[in-house]
């Protein structure tokens, strides 16, 4: 009978537990939902309920019944820009939103770039003073949660418990582009402005496109025809990556010099020779002058003193940007994966032998920096409770290259990074679940990953934007920054493969679709982003300087001047143009058109030369470069623009002390790109 009374309660419990009305965890208190659209409000109930949304802008009542598996869709028209106001969404029992506000909504995306946190590891300029001010209660910060799929997802989780007020408190691990990207469009709108933070560092484009888009773009093919043959299903995905890793180690092997017949043969004694060089450890090899992506070895001689002589010693090699396998005379001692593990490494007491020891390690960086890494006091070696420094000079050879090499095999195992790199796995798991919720528009901020794949990022960017349009069913607009410099700075690089995919973002200009709506093109971006960076990092510029930089917007007059450009910009021929001043190049990027993705043509290569050359030396004919004094003295001669135009520079000059022209980073809102265009014609 007990056990009759326990299960009965069971049932009523589940049935309590399914009655409840559930929605997408991005539906919370202080929300922001974009003003003047349709709201679909997705979500589960009990089976066959009548579902109820009343909300408080309008007083009405919206229904709908919940299907067999409890799904229910919900439609709600949206108010023009105000709040707060309250949802409430009822199968019988309420679910209340409150404290929400109708405005503008923003998906800020990208890699590292744009997930930069104010403070956090970010630490942008003035970050205590920023993190101090930041009290906007009209604007609401959401963060995705990192998270990965191999199938398009409904739902996913938040940090931060939801939607939360812009305050001290919320924004400190946000990110600073999203942050101050709001910060800005709020003091210009005067509405409320939400801002997404749906990031995820060190990823790739194609991650955050869908299968059915990658099955289009040249290169993906086979891995999208992989995917749906497994089913989507992560185990066999996971048996096909470990023998396709299989195959690429011996290819990847047999082409470094360190092998012979898939036999290490440095590992044994101290190398000698030309090609060994002296490195100071720890570092970066980017850092000391060694610009190289592929296996490293790495030796020292040692003193095993001889009180050490049959006992256990420890190696301790700081950390190994990606993975490692170490060697101490002749003998493997460990190998270990991951950039930011600590190796620590044991030899037993039987090779533990008094005198000169050689410790070799083959260090493999698949992409961005590599080496030896973290603080000199991380490297040493340890036994009978004594500690002897490894830090200092070491010799290394390179191996093979990662341009030399196939392919690497991407593993689907994790929850994390590299994982996050596999194709489709960030759309469907972070951008999907978005793709019911309007949105003003996106912002995006990433290359890094895919540096030395610049002519297929040329259509793989703009498939992406054409993917999430789709997704969304809105031509939103798409805004971008390029690229920061990196790495030693060169008056000339032939082989510069960050100018290479620098120049494969600035290509989606020469893409875009003529439309007579402003509203459609919304892509350009002023900048000298070359200049922003720094050789040994990335982020440690530009997105610091947005603090004090903030965002261009000029609602009126651009609006109002872009309507006039629209149909002169339809009969112009395309043209880009590039501000040459310092080390840097500022572009005016245009608008990227709609339409379908596209294979890449074979011949398509050839259509982008003149670009290309660009990004291989400071001057040549397939551009038209222009001098900052002539740019300036071109958009203020009369016969290049009208006198609003020439009104419309001078406010932008006096709002940042005359620097839109000298190489600062801004955003733009859509209604700014014929006008910016206008400027450098």
Known sequence: MKKYQLTLLSLCVAAF????????????????????????????????????????????????????????????????????????????????????????????????????????????????????????????LLQVKKTVA????????????????????????????????????????????????????????????????????????????????????????????????????????????????????????????????????????????????????????????????????SFHLAMIDDDDVTYFNGKEIGRTSGCNTMRTYKIPATLAKAGKGVITIRAIDYGGEGGIHGEPQQMYMEANGKKISLAGNWNYHTGVSMTDAPSRPLSPEGTGWPTSCYPTVLYNAMIHPFTVFPIKGAIWYQGENNVGFDEQYRVLFQSMITDWRRAWKQDFPFYFVQLANYLKPEEVQPDSKWAALRDAQAVQSRHRQQHTDPHRL??????????????????????????????????????????EEAQAASRAPEKEHLHVGGRGAARVLRGIRGGEPRAVPQDEGQQHEGAKEHARRREGEGTDVVHPDRLRDEAQAPDRGRDEEKNGLAKLKERHDGSVLLGMLFFFRAESAHFINRLSK
């Open 522 to 563: 919304g892509h350009p971006l002023f900048q000298e982003n070359a200049e922003n960076g720094h050789q040994h990092d990335v982020k440690c510029g530009d997105e610091a300087r947005l603090a004090d930089l903030g965002v261009v917007h000029e609602p009126e007059l651009l609006k109002r001047l872009a309507a």
């Open 150 to 313: 191999f199938s398009p997802q409904d739902n996913v989780e938040m940090n931060m418990n939801g939607w939360q007020e812009c305050s001290s408190a919320t924004v400190p691990e946000f990110s600073s582009v999203a942050y101050f990207y709001a910060r800005k469009l709020w003091k210009e709108l005067n509405v409320p402005v939400g801002v997404i933070d749906c990031t995820w560092g060190g990823t790739p484009a194609e991650s955050w496109t869908s299968h059915q888009t990658l099955k289009q773009v040249m290169g993906f093919q086979k891995k999208m025809a992989e995917m749906e043959s497994a089913g989507f299903q992560r185990e066999k995905l996971v048996e096909l990556y470990h023998r396709e890793m299989d195959e690429w180690l011996q290819q990847f092997d047999a082409k470094d010099p360190g092998f012979k017949d898939g036999v290490p043969q440095w590992i044994s004694a101290l190398q000698t020779g030309n090609e060994w060089k002296p490195m100071e450890l720890p570092a970066y090899w980017e850092t000391r002058g060694l610009n190289f992506d592929g296996t490293v070895w790495f030796q020292k001689e040692v003193e095993i003193p001889a009180d050490w002589s049959g006992k256990e010693i």
């Open 17 to 140: 537990a399914q009655a409840k009305v559930t929605l997408p965890s991005f539906f919370t208190d202080n929300m922001v939902i974009q003003q003047n659209s349709q709201l679909t409000l997705p979500g589960k109930a009990k089976a066959g309920k009548q579902v109820t949304v009343k909300v408080s802008w309008n007083h009405e009542k919206y229904t709908a019944k919940a299907s067999a598996d409890g799904h229910f869709s919900i439609e709600v028209p949206t108010p023009p820009a105000g709040g707060p106001y309250q949802i409430i969404v009822s199968d019988g029992e309420k679910l209340v939103l409150n404290n929400v506000l109708s405005g503008e909504v923003w998906i800020c995306s990208g890699q590292s770039n744009m997930e930069m946190p104010v403070a956090g590891w970010g630490k942008v300029m003035n970050y205590e003073q920023e993190v101090a001010d930041a009290n906007y209660p009209s604007i609401r």
